[in-house]
């Protein structure tokens, strides 16, 4: 049963346009997400998180946005580089736990 | 420079071998965790620590053991109980552990032969 699900495996984005990650969640339990940027053959890199008390974080290029409601998040990147190419997952932690439950993740490639 | 290394970066194993990957964290974190990616797949836990001397199974611990005898190390060993083990091994370790940023190791790779 897979808990947090990344629909689109793959997002091309024309650079200096949006680029919109999706992510959805069955568990209304999780209290926290995260988002990470995954090169090949390395680990994932943090990006931003957000708390389940809040419906929107903003960090610089990156917003992720929470629809409790929906049980849906979203990371926007604005404006698309061609260095954000990778792989994005997001994960969500289960309230009273230690655990994680991660995304199967989205590619971005962003085009020159 | 903080951070949390893993090595090697490459490992091959035989039929019927332990492997040990190590991985090392200098953030003064308490909480250390090892997930396991295979192609296609989100990372999914292979085991946590919350604090020395004590660990958890997270959701795929059988063919796996860890250890956890100082704060700053949390190495795993891949037992030849593990039928299956070609993955990407990612360590992460958290201040406390709960609702916070993990922060991930460079990966090993494990290969059989």
């Known amino acids: 049963d897979q808990q947090v699900k990344q629909n689109s495996p793959s997002l091309s984005v024309q650079e200096g346009r949006i680029s919109i990650l999706n992510c959805d969640y069955t568990?209304?339990?999780?209290?926290?997400f995260l988002w990470y940027k995954k090169y090949p053959a390395e680990g994932p890199t943090f990006l931003i998180s957000?708390?389940?008390?809040?419906d929107k974080n903003e960090d610089g290029r990156f917003t992720v946005f929470l629809n409790k409601s929906a049980k849906h998040l979203s990371l926007h990147i604005v404006p698309s580089q061609p260095g954000d190419s990778a792989v994005y997952f997001c994960?969500?932690?289960?309230?009273?736990?230690?655990?994680?439950?991660f995304g199967t993740g989205t590619r971005l490639k962003v085009l020159a | 420079d903080g951070g949390i290394t893993q090595s090697p970066k490459y490992l091959f194993r035989k039929e019927g071998q332990n492997v040990t990957l190590s991985c090392e964290q200098n953030?003064?974190?308490?909480?250390m965790y090892w997930y396991r990616q295979d192609p296609g797949q989100g990372l999914r836990l292979i085991y946590y620590?919350?604090?020395?001397?004590?660990?958890q199974k997270g959701d795929i611990a059988e063919g796996y053991s860890v250890s956890r005898e100082k704060k700053e190390s949390f190495p795993l060993t891949v037992t030849s109980a593990q039928k299956n083990p070609t993955a990407f091994y990612l360590c992460?370790?958290?201040?406390?552990?709960?609702?916070?940023?993990?922060?991930f190791g460079p990966g090993t790779r494990l290969l059989v032969l």
């Open positions: 992460a370790s958290s201040w406390r552990g709960g609702a916070e940023t993990q922060y």
């Open positions: 568990n209304s339990m999780f209290d926290y």
């Open positions: 957000i708390s389940s008390i809040k």
């Open positions: 994960a969500a932690h289960r309230e009273g736990t230690y655990k994680y439950i």
């Open positions: 953030l003064n974190h308490d909480a």
């Open positions: 620590s919350q604090i020395v001397n004590d660990f």
